[in-house]
């Protein structure tokens, strides 16, 4: 074990003295790792950058949950969106959610709601647009994240009732109380007075802005009915059932199982005919989304690899020219007792050494580029990206230094003293 530490120790300094001793040489042929790892992390971290703020703007999907409607996610299918077959489908009802809330079995918890956006609630002298009403069921907390920080939920004869009671967003709340508590103020949506009984955290902007809570308003289904007309036709809102299923119930195959049944029933479709409803899963986006960036991934692969291929052949030209120039030296260490695997590791570990170098120069770029500002999207350096650059110039290191370490490991003692 000591003589491993005293080899790597012997072996770092020689790099160091080979980066000292030829710093315009070495550096530009550690150029070619640098740039390499730089385009692989960049586009790594870019990626995962995106990939986590795009997850992120879909969470209020949930996990381990089933949206019935009657549109099937299109999400990156062979052919033309077959939207015809849909649009004629009949929306779901609030009756069809209350007959599967009394007869689902593999359910953890079922909701409903209806949206409408580019609304304008005033309150007072104030006014903020652009805010989304949605009508909520009394239980949609139980299968969508709400993070209700000042106030309460809906209860039970609230939202059986149909009262006119809201949970607002934070910057709702921001455009029309400032900095006053909200809880207990009215706020009017269309004329009509909302009494305000919670209030939800702060979400921030998202990448794609969607479904940003900041700009949410929830009531009542009832309530919401009251203003607009959810239902089919024209100008009918369609509603959108939410089920929430169990965590033994992998790939929720037993709960789609049992909705598709009990819906079929309750719209009288007969066993050939095809349903006339979509069910939908969250965790499919997820899936979409990662599965599109692994391409971008592959992309930045290609792009690296040929950076990453010229500095690998500029590390190997060092470790031949290193050789070439210790030649003496090996001689007298191999006269000494040194065997060949002790002059094989020590150029083997040069070789890395200088390679990580270059590669965590790489890395340290793209720490700084993840301090630019890129609006919504933050960048971030994650460590399993920095140990996987560190890790790609340690391959590469030693797949360039192998063959120079393989010649000075076997050199004839007498030959290369007289070198």
Do not use: C
């Amino acid at each position: 074990m000591k003589l491993i530490i005293l080899l790597i120790l012997e072996s770092f300094r020689f790099a160091w003295n080979a980066l000292k001793a030829n710093v315009m040489r070495t550096t530009l042929s550690l150029l070619g790792v640098t740039i390499g790892i730089f385009a692989i992390i960049s586009v790594f971290t870019l990626v995962d950058s995106l990939e986590k703020s795009l997850k992120d703007s879909f969470n209020f999907l949930g996990a381990n949950t089933l949206i019935v409607g009657k549109w099937q996610w299109g999400l990156g299918g062979d052919g033309p969106y077959p939207w015809w077959k849909y649009i004629k489908r009949p929306n779901a009802t609030y009756a069809e959610f209350e007959f599967l809330r009394e007869n689902l079995k593999n359910a953890e918890g079922i909701g409903i709601d209806a949206a409408t956006g580019g609304l304008v609630v005033k309150y007072q002298n104030n006014s903020t647009n652009n805010t989304t009403l949605k009508g909520v069921s009394p239980n949609f907390d139980q299968v969508y994240e709400l993070d209700i920080v000042e106030g309460r939920y809906f209860t039970a004869q609230e939202a059986e009732s149909g009262r006119s009671v809201v949970i607002i967003g934070h910057q709702i709340a921001k455009d029309l109380f400032g900095d006053a508590n909200p809880i207990g103020k009215e706020l009017k949506i269309k004329g009509i007075k909302f009494y305000i009984i919670g209030l939800l955290k702060e979400e921030g902007e998202g990448l794609l802005d969607l479904e940003s809570k900041d700009q949410l308003i929830l009531t009542p289904f009832g309530a919401f009915s009251k203003l607009y007309y959810v239902g089919n036709g024209r100008y009918g809102i369609e509603p959108i059932i939410t089920l929430k299923g169990r965590d033994n119930d992998i790939g929720l195959v037993e709960l789609e199982s049992e909705v598709r049944g009990l819906l079929r029933v309750r719209r009288g479709l007969r066993p050939k005919e095809e349903d006339n409803f979509a069910i939908n899963h969250a965790e499919a986006v997820s899936n979409f989304i990662a599965s599109t960036f692994d391409v971008i991934g592959l992309a930045g692969w290609v792009i690296g690899s040929f950076s990453i291929l010229v500095g690998g052949f500029g590390i190997a030209n060092i470790m031949f020219v290193s050789v070439r120039e210790r030649t003496n030296i090996i001689g007298i260490q191999k006269s000494l007792g040194a065997k060949n695997y002790f002059i094989l590791f020590q150029f083997l570990f040069e070789s890395v050494f200088l390679s990580v170098i270059g590669g965590a120069f790489g890395i340290f770029l793209v720490f700084l580029l993840s301090f630019i500002s890129l609006g919504s999207l933050e960048l971030e350096l994650t460590l399993n990206n920095v140990v996987l650059g560190l890790g790609v110039s340690a391959i590469i290191g030693m797949a360039s230094g192998i063959v120079p370490a393989a010649l000075a490991a076997r050199m004839d003692p007498v030959i290369a003293i007289r070198a």
